[in-house]
């Protein structure tokens, strides 16, 4: 069958409202195997890799997933803890604590995560959704900036399986929020939380993943997004252009991506004599391999070993009071019209409406 089988239709029945927050996803171990099929899934994205797809499968299996699945399971394996994959535990937490936050607001609404890649998957939570008889979703992206490669797929799953729907809920979708001035003003409270602990560094780093430079000159918004992300945060800190820097991570392959790299950037900084740098990550709103491990182990490592004296790096927003806030204040904005604030009163009218079309649903039966 071309679609799939919608769950059974009750007459009358009370609509209801989700937020899907969706994240990058993760491996389920920090083992080989699980690290390949996360990897596997990841790298055939066409959102991901723009290459013609013959030529592509033989690189990714002939030589990315062969030597990068191990090396990669290593460096999940330094950053993974008790609960498992530190991204899906701030995930978790963060849908959680999101649901009280809007609850507080007066909204009466589900709040559910989905991983892009891994699991749970896209298509798994929209179908539950569905199955328990959600027919407003809103779509909330984990990427404040907006780029093809992210948020773009994020879309694209959830287009693809309602493709295979009859019943499509209503839909609305958050693109990015870059700009919006609670973010910017929970990442200011984080660096400044930081630096009431630590003291002041001689530079700020913010750190953005990176993408190929071709993304750019092809129209995607990404790398301005992230440009005005950091003057906005410069600006709310009362920086001055020569007390930050802002530079991409986590390159693939020998294609110029986005510059200045972080990685050779801060190298440099210590050659050139800074003693202490702090480094935060404001593309990423939960910590994750890129931000643990390739920032704070990796960078830190390259920065120390070329003469620097102090390296800081400022957590991900993760589950700060501040964010969760933001985060409800976002959602909230893409909320309104839908009824979601139900007084008493009006949930017991629509309940009574309910009972109404039902009763008449089944004498309008029991006619025929």
């Known amino acids: 069958m071309r679609f799939l ?44 890799v723009e290459v013609p797809r013959a030529i ?38 963060q849908a959680v604590l999101l649901k ?7 909204h009466e609404v589900h709040v559910t995560y ?9 298509p798994d939570v929209l179908q539950k959704l569905k199955a328990d008889g959600y027919d407003r979703l809103l779509i909330l992206s984990a990427y404040p900036q907006y780029s093809a490669t992210t948020t773009g797929s994020n879309f694209d799953a959830v287009f693809s399986h309602y493709q295979q729907v009859r019943n499509i809920p209503e839909l609305r979708l958050v693109k990015n929020y870059h700009d919006h001035e609670a973010y910017i003003e929970a990442l ?38 992230c440009y005005k992300t950091a003057r906005l945060l410069a600006e709310k800190l009362g920086l001055s252009k020569d ?52 920032i704070a182990m990796e960078v830190r490592a390259d920065f120390l070993q070329a003469g620097g004296k102090e390296f800081n790096y400022i957590p991900c927003l993760n589950e700060s009071p501040s964010w969760l806030r933001a985060l409800a204040e976002i959602a909230e904005q893409h909320l309104i019209g839908w009824p979601t ?28």
Not at 63 to 80: H, V
Not at 114 to 122: D, K, L, V
Not at 208 to 222: C, E, I, Q, S, T
Not at 341 to 368: C, D, F, I, Y
Request: with cysteine; glycine share 8%; aromatic share 10%.
């Open 188 to 225: 200011r409270l984080s660096v400044l939380a930081s630096w009431q602990t630590n003291g002041r560094p001689e530079k700020l780093v913010m750190s953005f993943h990176g993408l190929p430079k071709a993304f750019l000159l092809r129209g995607d918004v990404y790398h301005c997004e």
């Open 114 to 122: 989905a991983m892009r890649y891994g699991t749970p998957s896209i």
């Open 341 to 368: 604030m139900l007084t008493v009163s009006m949930r017991e009218e629509q309940k009574q409406q309910a009972l109404l079309s039902r009763a008449e649903a089944k004498r309008m039966g029991a006619n025929q």
């Open 243 to 294: 007390q930050y820097i802002v530079t991409f991570q986590s390159r693939l392959g020998k294609a110029e991506w986005l510059q200045p790299y972080t990685a050779p950037t801060v190298t440099q900084l210590a050659k050139d004599g800074v003693r202490r740098v702090d480094v935060i990550c404001p593309g990423f709103i939960a910590d994750c391999l890129e931000t643990l491990e390739e």
């Open 5 to 48: 089988k919608e769950p059974d239709y009750s007459h009358g029945k009370i609509g209801k409202t989700a937020v899907v927050l969706i994240n990058l996803g993760t491996p389920d171990a920090p083992t080989r195997p699980a690290v390949r099929r996360y990897l596997k899934q990841f790298l055939w994205d066409r959102r991901i």
């Open 56 to 93: 592509w499968w033989l690189i990714l299996h002939g030589i990315i997933l062969p030597f990068r699945s191990g090396q990669s399971a290593k460096k999940y394996a330094s950053i993974w803890t008790n609960d498992g994959s530190p991204l899906k535990v701030h995930t978790e937490k």
């Open 100 to 106: 009280g936050y809007l609850g507080e607001r007066g």
